[in-house]
């Protein structure tokens, strides 16, 4: 947040201020050394060598600071970042009653910060006071020099005033370039900063000749896929092969942490899978623009998260030019209609910063009617009505069952009850997948399906 917001601003600045002032600071101190010079040339030569002098040791202090102004805004993030994560898990701080905890917590960092701020103000005392010491220097130069000069009559005594006067122009011209040095180091700490947002690698990307995904009937392929996640090679697949047909309402069900959901998350190619490929209607899923393989696939997701903004907004997000009409139809038929209608401003009800302000069925639902909007040929539903009650959970499964009607559609449940009716069942373990088919078929198998079939029901 900080490199976008703080860190560009200074960018920015530094980039509407920068040119012209070094434009008119370089002709400034051009003419006043040429006005200088026809005054007197030996007198203007002494000046000028201080200048160079001055230069080097303000770069050296400058460089310094730059050192420290980037210390201090890594911090600031940290910082941030801290006091954004107690706040936003404050239910569970008061829960555990940490707040003592926190409190120590931005005590430290505040205090890391502290001492990154006084070490900068220090190298920016440095910096100012050695500045205004050049300063001195040159003006003590001019009449120490001048005054000399003048005793042995090298310059006239109204020379030598007016020469004063256009010192002063020339000196408060190279102040004003060094101070400006400060922003010039702020911006340029901020392009870095930016610079390594934008050069960040991505992962996932379209390939040079990639095209676009138009027509799909849905049929899903894995072909040997196996798959570590990239920071961790902890091996969620190995060699999974799986076809599911056009129109085919697949579930998955298994243990928790077996790999549904990073199953899922590789179709719309939010990873990309480790070895093997994942081909929809024969064609590798590598092939398509992301956008337009993103377009056909819909998915409600095991955490929901909507943005603070109104009900309209959230659900339109699925389709951004949604009338509000096909709003409100996505909406009933997500069965999210009527207690948006009980809200207080209807579907101009905000929502508060992620959602607050709804209970987590109400967002569950919201999230289906977003689908219903973007009307993709492939769906996948990671535990959509885990948050519902029975009777909720009866009515949006109706509607799901409507969505699902000719795509593609995998589903993941832990309540078994709601995939029943699947066409076919995958037990997915950490060994891939072990069991395959109907309900039935797999009642009859008396294996782990069974088993979760039968402990579901003795809990009941
Ligand atoms: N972003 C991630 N980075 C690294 N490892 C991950 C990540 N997400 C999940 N994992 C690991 O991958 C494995 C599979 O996780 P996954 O979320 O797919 O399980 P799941 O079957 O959906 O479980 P659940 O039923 O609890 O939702 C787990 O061992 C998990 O620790
Ligand atoms: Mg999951």
Do not use: W
């Not at 122009?169 to 934008?198: C, K, N, P, S």
């Amino acid at each position: 947040m900080g490199r976008i917001t703080n860190d560009l601003f200074d960018v920015t600045e530094f980039a509407h201020h920068c040119p012209e002032e070094f434009f008119i600071a370089g002709i400034k101190i051009v003419i006043s050394f040429v006005i200088l010079a026809r005054i007197n040339v030996l007198l203007t030569l002494i000046i000028f060598v201080i200048v160079p002098v001055m230069i080097a040791v303000c770069m050296s202090l400058n460089f310094r600071m730059r050192g420290a102004f980037s210390k201090q805004r890594n911090q600031i993030g940290e910082l941030n970042a801290r006091i954004e994560d107690s706040l936003l898990g404050q239910k569970v701080v008061k829960a555990f009653t940490n707040e003592e905890m926190e409190n120590q917590k931005f005590e430290q960092d505040n205090g890391k910060f502290l001492d990154i701020k006084k070490e900068t103000y220090r190298y920016m005392a440095a910096f100012q006071t050695t500045t205004k010491m050049f300063d001195g220097v040159m003006y003590l130069a001019v009449v120490v020099a001048g005054g000399i000069f003048m005793v042995k009559g090298l310059v006239a005594p109204g020379d030598l005033v007016a020469y004063t006067l256009y010192v002063s122009t020339m000196i408060a011209t190279i102040r004003r370039i060094i101070e400006f040095a400060e922003q010039f180091q702020r911006g340029m700490t901020g392009i870095e900063r930016f610079l390594q947002i934008m050069d960040a690698d991505i992962e996932i990307f379209d390939e040079p000749d990639a095209k676009e995904m138009l027509h799909t009937e849905g049929n899903i392929r894995f072909d040997g896929v196996s798959f570590e996640y990239p920071d961790d090679h902890n091996i969620v697949f190995r060699n999974l092969n799986l076809e599911i047909r056009h129109g085919e309402k697949v579930a998955i069900v298994g243990p928790s942490g077996g790999g549904k959901t990073t199953l899922c998350n590789l179709i719309p190619r939010f990873y990309d899978v480790t070895e093997g490929k994942i081909s929809i209607d024969g064609e590798d899923i590598r092939h398509f623009t992301l956008k337009s393989l993103r377009k056909n696939v819909g998915i409600v997701q095991q955490d929901v998260y909507l943005f603070s903004g109104t009900i309209f907004e959230n659900i339109s997000y699925g389709k951004q030019d949604a009338s509000r009409e096909e709003v409100m139809e996505a909406a009933k038929r997500a069965g999210a209609h009527e207690f948006i209608l009980n809200l207080k401003d209807g579907y101009d009800t905000y929502v508060g910063e992620r959602g607050v302000k709804l209970s987590g069925g109400q967002k569950q639902r919201i999230s289906i009617a977003r689908v219903f909007l973007k009307n993709p040929p492939i769906i996948i539903l990671d535990e959509a009505t885990s948050a519902l009650d029975n009777e909720s959970e009866f009515a949006v499964a109706k509607s799901l069952a409507r969505l699902s009607e000719g795509r593609t559609t995998l589903t993941i449940a832990h309540r078994l009850s709601s995939i029943r009716n699947s066409d076919r069942i995958l037990v997915l373990t950490d060994q891939g997948i072990v069991e395959e088919g109907n309900h039935e078929q797999l009642l009859e198998r008396k294996g782990i399906y069974y088993q979760f079939y039968t402990t579901a029901n003795e809990l009941k």
